[in-house]
């Protein structure tokens, strides 16, 4: 019988760099919303990885680290604060294009040094590079602010440098019996990947300021006797009335599109027939109020 191996590693970044697409590609399933809007994601979100020769990695994927601007954002940033303590190591991705660090990532990377934990490199979204020379830049300037245990330049796009990017994660991983079952993908709940599905398709139909000021609650999610279908019922919290009519579009054009596409993700990633109903109902200015950021499980 092989030896089974643990490692417990962390995915911190500024916003908007492929935190959760390198997750997904890790896993080789969508567990974590993308969008090309900072901020997708707000809670910490844990993926497991059991590979073939008995090393299992627990990723967390976490929010963005930014300067907060409401209670949520708040929570958000000490989301991140609290997943660099506890764990083996800590993945920092960043992106190939850009100039220095701005203040979150150096930010991040004093948290890191303080923690004293082993930090990998993910240099992402190489395939938009159109000059690897500039590549080489990146690496000289990003390998000077730490003393990282590997740097790998990735796509998490194309898959380009991701086996690498496995092998260099699975050497942070010790002799420990696993924590998960080996079939484990993820520890978050049915309702809570269906409502980050319909979500997810509010940050890449909807203009910017309206997505970042929803939330979704699904307030029922049952398989039929029969075993036919499993219906969901889920509402869709925004925080002014304006918001609500863009949410509905004209004739309930845009709420139908925002359904259909979220209907589809979860057929597949359930593998069933799904029959789902959304509503749209007013919180205002919930993102500042503790009861309904509990309420939502965003603390």
Known sequence: MQEEKT???????????GKSS???RLLGSKIAIVSSKPQTTRTRIMGVLTTQDGVQLVFTDTPGFHRPHNKLGEKMVKAVSDSISG???CLFVTEAQGGECNAAELALLDKIKQAKIPALLAINKIDLLKDKEELMTRIAYLSSLHDFEAVIPVSAADGNGMEILLTELKKQAFACEHFFPDDTLTDQPERVLAAEMIREKMLRLLSEEVPHGTAVSIEKMRTRDDGSAVDVEALIYCERESHKGIIIGKGGAMLKKISTYARQDMERFFDCKIHLKCWVKVKEDWRNREGLIHNFGLD
């Not at 490692?7 to 760099?17: Q, T």
């Open 7 to 17: 490692a417990f590693i962390s995915i911190v970044g500024k916003a908007n760099v």
């Open 87 to 89: 764990v083996d190591a």
């Open 22 to 24: 390198i997750l997904n």
